[in-house]
């Protein structure tokens, strides 16, 4: 699956899923209303490396970001964002990117990554441990699903040294 940096626009191409995963309230925990020229501003941060997962036909299916998750002396742990459009779950796109972007973090000199936010219910959770991260710790009833009620927020972790 070819994967490569994101230019300015494939913005077009990601809005239609970003809107659709963040307006269905059950991953971010980003406003479902955000307005788009808000979600391009979070997703395409001129402080991300930003990047695409095309199909065969070159249609974008997902996206992820690579981002310093702290500054100063505690840059080299990195962050990182992934959404893939539910039309094309379950085909490898969300496993694709993670091994993408964890090369590039390694690349790029960051020895660890961390999620701060991973709500506990999603099927991310699986696809994270089986990479190797590890659950620190999680904010009890922290996230109000749609379906589930009051769920935790998982903090993950993986050394990448």
Excluded: C
Aim: hydrophobic letters at 45%.
């Amino acid at each position: 699956m070819p994967i490569r940096e994101a230019v300015a626009g494939d913005w077009p191409r990601i809005w239609p899923f970003w809107h659709r995963i963040v307006a269905a309230a059950e991953t971010y925990a980003w406003d479902p209303r955000t307005p788009e020229e808000t979600a391009r501003a979070l997703w395409m941060s001129p402080a991300k490396r930003v990047y695409v997962a095309e199909d065969p036909t070159g249609e974008v299916v997902g996206s992820a970001y690579l981002t310093p998750n702290y500054g100063g002396p505690a840059a080299g742990v990195a962050n990182a964002g992934f959404m893939v459009d539910p039309d094309h779950t379950g085909r490898g796109v969300g496993r694709a990117l993670a091994e993408h972007v964890l090369r590039e973090a390694r690349a790029q000199g960051y020895h660890a990554m961390v999620f701060n936010a991973v709500v506990e219910t999603t099927p991310a959770v699986a696809l994270w441990k089986s990479l190797g991260f590890t659950v620190l710790g999680t904010v009890p009833g922290a996230y109000d699903h749609p379906r589930h009620g009051r769920v935790g927020l998982h903090i993950m972790h993986k050394s990448l040294d």
